[in-house]
């Protein structure tokens, strides 16, 4: 059982908007700045946003993040099949002393 | 272009040791905090730890699972990142990715990965 709260699932359509949540607590996204990660399959990891709402060069602006207390969104339009991937949000937790990511969330583009 | 590769994954019996190595380029090495991410099979990514640099001290922090068994280390003369994996476990089969953290304080995000290395620990 993850700190950070993520629905296993998530599925849309191509073209389509979806949003995939993390939820926390008071000492970690509460207090701290939230990540994301895309995970193709077979893959190591790749950021997609930091600080909450940044994206790193050469993300496109259909990948967006918000925060809002203790709950982060990671937000995708414009679906594309190659967006098929897994899903992590990060935080650090101030009470743990210790990096967090969330369960993960599997993407389907239908 | 920044590159990070591990190296030193393979099988290993529980209870025995083994040292994961992060070797990196395309960055300067010894600005950065360094930082190891795991992933069982199958599963979802697992915080390891990670190594400040020596600006800040060059401190360690580590997840509660394996404080007291794995430890971070790193040379900046040759930016390499070390984990040093003690007394292993079944439950450590994982892959290991080194990362290299930035962001400050109450930001902590990793910005570039390696493609993993396997440890699998099993008799």
């Known amino acids: 059982q993850s700190v950070l709260t993520q629905p296993p699932s998530v599925s849309a359509a191509p073209g389509q908007k979806v949003t995939i949540s993390c939820s926390g607590s008071?000492?970690?996204?509460?207090?701290?700045?939230v990540s994301w990660y895309q995970q193709l399959p077979g893959t190591a990891p790749k950021l997609l946003i930091y600080e909450n709402n940044k994206r790193p060069s050469g993300i496109p602006d259909r990948f967006s993040g918000s925060k809002s207390g203790t709950s982060a969104t990671l937000g995708i339009t414009g679906l594309q099949t190659g967006d098929e991937a897994d899903y992590y949000c990060?935080?650090?937790?101030?009470?743990?002393?210790?990096?967090?990511f969330g369960g993960g969330t599997k993407l389907t583009v239908l | 272009e920044v590159q990070l590769v591990e190296s030193g994954g393979g099988l290993v019996q529980p209870g025995r040791s083994l040292r994961l190595s992060c070797t990196t380029s395309g960055f300067s090495f010894g600005d950065y905090t360094m930082s190891w991410v795991r992933q069982a099979p199958g599963k979802g990514l697992e915080w390891v730890g990670f190594i400040r640099s020596n600006a800040y001290g060059g401190t360690t922090e580590y997840a509660a699972s394996v404080k007291g068994s794995f430890t971070i280390s790193r040379d900046d003369s040759t930016s390499i990142a070390y984990l040093q994996m003690n007394s292993l476990k079944t439950e450590d089969t994982a892959v290991y990715y080194c990362?290299?953290?930035?962001?400050?304080?109450?930001?902590?995000?990793?910005?570039?990965w390696g493609q993993g290395t396997l440890v699998t620990v099993s008799s």
């Open positions: 990362t290299r953290r930035s962001g400050s304080y109450g930001s902590v995000y990793f910005d570039y």
């Open positions: 008071s000492s970690n996204i509460g207090k701290n700045f």
């Open positions: 990060g935080a650090w937790d101030t009470s743990l002393s210790s990096g967090l």
